[in-house]
């Protein structure tokens, strides 16, 4: 847990997949993920985390279901999505990708 904490501690945008070896739709959205890492979203962490290895970490995330996408914005979780909607991950990263690029308002700012 403490290494995935320290990723997204350390990046301003991360999206991380919890996948199972036995689901054939994390099958498929691991291997976009793993095409997304090597190409069209600059500025974007990717993490894969599988159950055999993670399943603390897996509990501790609240995920129950393969697979689950959780995007991080500034620390934050803001975003996730189950299932294989290619649309959705990439709608979801390119909106999460634009705010990460903009200041963040101070509330206070306007007293």
């Known amino acids: 847990m403490r290494e995935l904490k320290d990723i997204i501690r350390e990046n301003p945008m991360v999206v991380v997949i919890y996948h199972a070896t036995w689901c054939r739709a994390c099958k498929y959205m691991v291997n976009k993920i793993e095409k997304y890492s090597k190409g069209p979203f600059n500025g974007v962490v990717f ?17 129950s ?3 689950t996408i959780h995007f991080f914005r500034d620390q934050h979780k803001v975003n996730q ?9 990439e709608d979801l990263i390119q909106a999460n990708l634009a705010l990460t690029n903009q200041p963040n308002l101070d ?3 306007f007293e």
């Open 81 to 89: 999505m189950k299932g294989t909607s290619i649309h959705q991950l």
């Open 47 to 63: 993490v894969s985390v599988d159950h055999r290895f993670a399943r603390a970490v897996i509990r501790d995330m609240g995920v």
């Open 65 to 67: 279901e393969f697979p």
């Open 107 to 109: 509330f206070n700012h």
